[in-house]
């Protein structure tokens, strides 16, 4: 008769494989939850870059299309002139087609914007776009420049210095033919001329010439945000016969003195052939108004860098040079 421990003693190798698998299977459990932990935090973060991205795709096709908008007789004429021209405006105008968010959303048509400024040379644009999970906008500068494509276009730094430096080398071109003129003209005079023109220019017949120091400009701007009174009280509730939209302003919005909030409710709008109510969705708005106390400005300066003056004034840099 087997007893147990000879039973174990003729089998060590089924142990051993009994307790891999045991580990092998504790392993898998291990990956897999680790798996699905970290999973869901990719999805998000790849997620949200598809957001940004198709976000920043939106603004620049509302830059486009404000450039196209924007033609000679659409700019604004006086210094501080403002011309606005809302995301709903935009798509009403055909300017460009109505556009969602990453996540199917459309974005607010009433507080995404495109706004022209007039300044003393120039302009400055602000495109604003606003979606669910993100509002942001660009400020550029833009003026009537030799190199736009459109009647105006954003101001190219680079474009600038190189019909400068085409400038500066052709009158650079222009003294040395003269230099050399004058040179191959001495050349072809008398020996006692030569020892003249030696005499006169302390027996030194090279012309030296002097560029003027090029001085870099940059530019400085400062914003003064516009004044408003606080909101009145809401309105008493109204029916929404002329379907009002939902209007919600920006803190800072100079053009926007109105909000509009809506409410819907179930009510008994009718009965039918038998009598019996008949239930419809009925839509009231309230609102509240406030006023523009002064209008916000923006001053743009021209100076050399580090200007403390003008910083401690509350200009900042544009990144812009010339």
């Known amino acids: 008769m087997y007893t147990e421990e000879n039973q174990r003693g003729r089998f060590p190798l089924r142990d ?3 307790k891999a698998i045991v580990v092998i299977i504790f392993l898998i459990l291990i990956i897999f939850i680790i798996t699905r932990v970290t999973t869901p935090n990719n999805k998000n973060n790849n997620s949200t870059s598809q957001y940004d991205e198709v976000f920043s795709e939106n603004l ?3 830059e486009k299309a404000a450039f196209n908008y924007y033609t000679k007789d659409k700019l604004p004429l006086e210094v501080g002139a403002v011309s606005e021209l809302t995301l709903r405006e935009m798509i009403n105008s055909n300017l460009l087609e ?9 974005c607010d048509v009433n507080n995404s914007y495109i706004r022209l400024t ?3 040379d120039d302009y400055t644009l602000r495109v604003n776009l606003k979606c669910d999970k993100k509002e942001d906008y660009s400020l550029m500068k833009v003026g009537e420049y030799d190199y736009c494509e459109h009647d105006i276009c954003k101001r190219d730094s680079g474009k600038e210095n190189n019909k400068n430096d085409k400038e500066d080398t052709a009158e650079e071109v222009e ?7 004058t040179t191959r003209d001495n050349t072809t005079n008398s020996d006692n001329s030569n020892s003249n023109n030696a005499s006169n220019y302390g027996g030194n017949n090279s012309s030296i010439t002097t560029s003027p120091p090029i001085v870099t ?3 400085y701007r400062k914003v003064t945000n516009p004044v408003l009174s606080g909101w009145s009280s809401w309105s008493p509730l109204e029916l929404n016969g002329n379907r009002y939209t939902a209007v919600k302003c920006g803190v800072n919005d100079a053009n926007c003195l109105r909000e509009v909030l809506l409410y819907s409710r179930t009510e008994v709008i009718g009965d039918d052939d038998n009598g019996n109510p008949v239930y419809g969705t009925v839509t ?6 406030r006023t523009l106390i002064s209008s916000g400005s923006t001053d743009t300066k021209w100076s050399t860098y ?6 401690n004034q509350g200009y900042t840099y544009t990144g812009n040079t010339r």
């Open 217 to 219: 400009l940059y530019e």
């Open 16 to 18: 051993i494989l009994l």
């Open 98 to 106: 109505a556009f969602t968010d990453a996540d199917g959303n459309a």
């Open 306 to 311: 580090n200007d403390t003056n003008l910083l």
């Open 284 to 289: 009231y708005y309230s609102y509240r108004t």
């Open 60 to 62: 620049e096709t509302m």
């Open 175 to 181: 003294i040395t033919e003269t230099t050399d003129t």
């Open 118 to 120: 007039k300044n003393d």
